[in-house]
């Protein structure tokens, strides 16, 4: 489970990476610093990723 503290503290890398949270949530790092929620889904046999908004930080 991803904490509030982790989430704060995550750092930018070159490339955009995740950090899991539950079975379909993730928080995305993005190499600018800024982190997004998103949430991946699978509709009609394909997978699709639903943004959820911005993480304050």
């Known amino acids: 489970m991803l904490t509030d503290t982790a989430a ?3 750092k930018p890398k070159a490339k ?6 539950a079975a379909a949530l993730y928080l995305e ?4 610093g800024a982190k997004y929620w998103r949430m991946k889904y699978r509709h009609a046999g394909k997978e699709k990723r639903l943004a959820l ?4 930080t």
């Open 8 to 10: 704060r503290k995550a």
């Open 29 to 32: 790092v993005m190499p600018t």
């Open 16 to 21: 955009p990476h995740k950090l899991t949270d």
């Open 53 to 56: 908004g911005a993480c304050r």
